[in-house]
């Protein structure tokens, strides 16, 4: 049987389509097929003409089911991976990204190395890391009125560029702190580097297992970042001071009003996200580079055969032999 691999590409991006092309050329080489969403295949045709016509193209979800897919090679930054995890959400596919933007935290390669991840698919030369993901419900009036998940964040946003919304956060069933704001994040490890990071938030490795919530521009003297253990529920709700409307968005692309008394919940899902890993690089190293952090100066670990013991340390020794 062949192998189906789904590449899904930023069709409105020139690299992206020329990579596309590329990548689909090289896995049909290869003996795989590959599938791509149906108006992908439409918008490419558009920029490239017939650069794919020998190429038998599947067409996912319409012939082939995405669950059949072995691995989802994504090629663009962070937001075509968010799409593409959106996507293939319930069907257990791991995917890859190649960085074809600016920071690609999530994405395993970079636009040099195209072909080794091409390569990497077709000696099925990877694992799949398991990232979690939030489960967000939300309330209005006694009424359960909307659900929704994230990879990276729940923000909960003012409507209003020139007031500011009144919430109450919450973990645990129990409050912690109301306050006037700009809106709170509440993200996972993964979204600790995304609008968390940029709103104060702690930097959390990906594997720790938390939940992290962050008050933007609080008009309060306590409005620390939290980090909860990832069974809590957190939550937030608007307050009815002011009659103002808030948003809710997941991952900054779905999106709910908020009207005054709404309620926001916010658990770990059941169902993580699955990304194909090659490289064993520490997390503290990916951040050094893609954060451009500066380290003039490290000189790394004292190697413990240059080690000398303290003379406090060789009167302890001689103590523990009488």
């Not at 003996?31 to 017939?50: K, N």
């Not at 600016?102 to 099925?124: K, Y």
């Not at 702190?177 to 938030?201: E, I, L, N």
């Amino acid at each position: 049987m062949t192998r189906e691999i789904l590449l899904l590409a930023h069709t409105g991006r020139r690299d992206a389509v020329d990579a596309a092309v590329t990548v689909a050329h090289r896995l049909h080489s290869a003996g795989l097929r590959p599938v791509m969403l149906e108006r992908d295949i439409a918008s490419l045709s558009h920029v490239i003409g017939e650069r794919m016509r020998d190429i038998p193209l599947g067409v996912a979800e319409r012939d082939v089911p995405l669950s059949r897919c072995e691995v989802g090679m994504v090629l663009g930054g962070d937001g075509s991976i968010l799409r593409a995890a959106d996507l293939v959400r319930g069907a257990g596919l791991p995917l890859m990204g190649v960085n074809l933007g600016h920071v690609g935290f999530l994405a395993e390669s970079e636009r040099t190395e195209l072909d080794a991840s091409v390569q990497w698919v077709v000696d099925q030369n990877y694992t799949v890391e398991r990232r979690m993901a939030l489960d967000v419900q939300v309330w209005h009036a006694g009424r359960h009125v909307g659900s929704s998940w994230a990879l990276n964040e729940a923000s909960i946003e003012k409507q209003s560029r020139e007031r500011m919304i009144d919430l109450i956060i919450e973990i645990d069933g129990r409050p912690v702190s109301a306050f006037g704001c700009d809106g709170v994040v509440m993200a996972t490890p993964t979204g600790s580097t995304a609008y968390a990071f940029s709103a104060g938030g702690p930097v959390v490795w990906p594997e720790v297992q938390a939940l992290v919530m962050v008050p933007i521009s609080a008009h309060a003297l306590f409005s620390r970042p939290l980090v909860a253990d990832p069974d809590s529920i957190m939550a937030v709700e608007v307050l009815q001071r002011e009659d103002e409307q808030g948003v809710l968005w997941c991952d900054g692309r779905r999106f709910m009003e908020l009207p005054p008394g709404s309620r926001v919940e916010v658990t770990r899902s059941a169902e993580p996200v699955l990304l194909a890993r090659v490289h064993q690089t520490p997390f503290s190293e990916r951040l050094v580079d893609k954060f451009n952090l500066p380290t003039t100066g490290w000189r790394g670990p004292v190697d413990p055969a240059n080690q000398v013991e303290s003379s406090e340390t060789v009167h302890q020794g001689e103590a523990s032999q009488r």
